[in-house]
Structures are given as C-alpha cells and as structure tokens.
C-alpha cells in the first residue's frame, strides 16, 4: 500500500476571517474576491475554531484581509482563551489603537507586523507614506505592553538592497522576531509582477552575507526566512549531506507542509492548501465539515500525490546535480507563474535551460 504523507488532521491552519483591509499594498495576493456578505459570521468562525480545537490542531494563524478590519474582532478576542490553540496574527498593523492593543495584551497572542523597510518611501506600496508611521507607532504599542511582536517582510527587487537598516531599526524596536518572506505569484501579484519585483540574485547573494552577520550580531532576534536563500545555497547543502562520489535518489517536491499539514481557510470558508492557492478550493465548510474535507477532497489529495513526485519531473531539474537535496522550488509559484504544477521554476540560479534575470 502506498504511504501515507499527510496527518490525520493538520497541526496548523491559517485562517482569513475576512477580506476587508483599509490598504491597498500593490503586491497582495489576497483574492478579494469574496462578497462581503458571503464572508463568515462570528457564529460560523467560533464553529470553525471549534472544530479545529476538537481535531487537536496546535496552532492558528488569524489573518485576512486586514483582521482587525474585522466589524467582530473585538469578540473574537475575548474568546481565544477558550482554546487550547496557540494563536498567531498577521497584521498591517494600521487600525491598531491603544484599546485594542489593551485587549490583545490579556490574550496569549503573538502579533507579526508588516513592515517593508526603514523608510516611508519603502513602505509606500502599501498605500502612502503615512502609513509607515501607523506601522511604527502599532509596533511600539505592542511591544511596549510586552506583546510578542513579530516584523513580517516582504522581499522584492524594490526593499532588497536595504534590508540591513530594517533589521537595525527592528533591533532598536526591541521585535522578537524578523520574518522575511520571498515575494509570491499569486492574485495581485501577477505574472508580470512577480517576473519584475522578484529579488534578483546579485541582491539575494548581497542580503545572504548581511542575513549570516545579522543573526550573529542580534542573537536576541529570532530571525526566520521563508525558502527565500533555497536556490542559492542548494550546492553548500548539497556538499554538507552527499558524497559526490554516491548517486541519490532525487528529492521528493512540494517539500512545504500545504495539505499535509497544514491548510488555509479563507472568508467564505472554502478550504485551501495554502495561502497562495486561494483560487484552488478544495472543499467549503458550509457543505461539509472541516475533517470531512481534510480526508476526502480530491484536490488536497492531488497535491499530496503531487508532493510524492521527485524533483526530476521537472525537466530543468532532472540532470541537476542538487537534485537530491531540492524540491524545485514552491509549486504554487509556477502554477500561477506557468499554469502549470510542474514548470520550472524561473528563480533559479542553477538552472542551465533557463537564465536566471540579473536585472
Ligand atoms: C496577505 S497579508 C494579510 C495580513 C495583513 N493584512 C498584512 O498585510 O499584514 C499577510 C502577509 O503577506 C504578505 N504578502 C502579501 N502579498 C504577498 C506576496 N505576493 N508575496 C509574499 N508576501 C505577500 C503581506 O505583506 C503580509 O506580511
Ligand atoms: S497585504 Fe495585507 S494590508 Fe496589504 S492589501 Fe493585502 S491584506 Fe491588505
Ligand atoms: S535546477 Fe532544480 S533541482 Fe537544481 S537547484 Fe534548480 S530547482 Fe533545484
């Protein structure tokens, strides 16, 4: 019988209470697609959340939209220590006041704050200049009520070159946590965009070096980087794990935990297998419940058969020396980017079929 790669129920799962958001950042992949009246009810979110308790699941991850541009968010607060859910939040940080900041500081949340760079001109995608200043002003409210804050930020050709200042203006902050997050393909940020914003790889090399010395330097800051360096350092990892003189079997792609561990429910409680495949529903909870879908949707199941394949299916990947350590790079990237689950991904340096774009 072939194995099982997925839980039973997953250990986290994020979930976009709403769509609303006073911003309008150039790059979001939020969809926005749902009508405002489709989106959940304070009933139907506790229901949820009560499944998701029921089902063990360990953490929770609120986000929107713009959660706290949420019309029941002050409720919800009050009822998240029901649970034996951890609880995160992602936010703008922009419709934060000291009320609010009050009521999150009696919970057990910790709150990732959105922030691009160290100047209003970095942040200006977002929606204004001014808006860099609510950021600041949000960070300093919660990390001053002794919240665990967290900065969230988006890496793009734009922000990259500067990425040494925000981490010394996140240290000054006194965050817990800097998370840098490689720029997605997905709603917003098309085809087009993704081609022209991504990181170029002079840059990612740049950032690579000031990363390594910043975490030394801040050993107080949790620093975290989501797959944003796994292309490059594909040959170091590769020298630390094999004998070149051995032959290994390719790595298995779709190494990220969407939907085998992990899932998205958006506002208008569709399941999804993550927060870049919104547009790929796999089961909604007002038709079936929440382990229902879990176990027997046949898209999340194809994207477990997908995470079963080795990265020589990709044809740039197959005579790739690294492939026994690389998966080959997020796979809702290029279904976005390539209409197609097993496209090569553009990013990567080490390619021979296609240049990586140095500009
Ligand atoms: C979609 S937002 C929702 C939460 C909240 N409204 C915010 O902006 O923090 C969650 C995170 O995703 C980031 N984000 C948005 N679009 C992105 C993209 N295309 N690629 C990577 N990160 C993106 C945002 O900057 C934010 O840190
Ligand atoms: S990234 Fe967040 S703040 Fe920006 S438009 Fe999207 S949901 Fe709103
Ligand atoms: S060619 Fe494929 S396997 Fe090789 S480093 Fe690039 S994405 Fe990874």
Redesign the pocket.
């Known amino acids: 019988m072939e194995k099982k790669n997925w839980l039973d129920a997953p250990d986290s799962v994020a979930f976009n209470v709403t769509n609303k958001?006073?911003?309008?950042?150039e790059y979001?992949f939020?969809n926005n697609n749902t009508k405002i009246s489709q989106e959940a009810s304070f009933e139907e979110v506790i229901s949820v959340l009560n499944q998701l308790d029921s089902l063990k699941v360990s953490d929770v991850l609120l986000e929107?939209?713009?959660i706290f541009a949420s019309p029941f968010i002050e409720k919800l607060l009050c009822k998240l220590d029901n649970y034996k859910i951890k609880f995160h939040v992602i936010t703008?940080g922009t419709l934060l006041t000291p009320e609010l900041v009050d009521k999150i500081s009696q919970t057990n949340l910790s709150i990732g704050v959105?922030l691009d760079g160290h100047t209003p001109e970095l942040n200006s995608q977002?929606g204004g200049k001014e808006v860099y200043y609510k950021i600041l002003s949000a960070i300093e409210m919660l990390v001053s009520r002794g919240i665990t804050t967290y900065v969230n930020c988006t890496v793009t050709k734009n922000n990259a070159d500067s990425l040494d200042q925000l981490i010394e203006l996140c240290n000054k902050l006194n965050v817990h946590g800097i998370v840098f997050q490689r720029l997605h393909c997905s709603a917003k940020a098309d085809k087009n965009y993704f081609y022209n914003n991504s990181i170029s790889y002079s840059q990612l090399v740049g950032f690579n070096s000031i990363y390594e010395r910043a975490k030394s330097k801040y050993p107080h800051i949790y620093f975290m980087e989501c797959e944003l360096f796994c292309f490059l350092d594909a040959p170091e990892r590769y020298l630390k794990v094999c004998n070149p003189d051995f032959e290994y079997k390719p790595k298995e792609i779709f190494r990220c935990a969407a939907g085998r561990k992990f899932c998205v429910i958006t506002p208008n409680l569709d399941v999804v297998p993550c927060g870049i495949l919104e547009d790929y529903p796999c089961g909604n909870l007002r038709e079936n419940s929440f382990i229902e879908i879990w176990q027997n949707s046949e898209r999340l199941n194809f994207i477990r058969h997908i995470s079963k394949l080795r990265v020589d299916e990709i044809s740039m990947c197959r005579d790739c020396t690294y492939n026994p350590i690389c998966d080959g790079g997020c796979r809702a990237d290029m279904f976005h980017y390539a209409e197609a689950w097993l496209a090569p991904h553009f990013l990567c340096p080490n390619s021979k079929s296609e240049g990586y774009k140095d500009s």
């Open positions: 958001c006073n911003l309008k950042c979001c939020q929107g939209g713009e703008n959105s977002r």
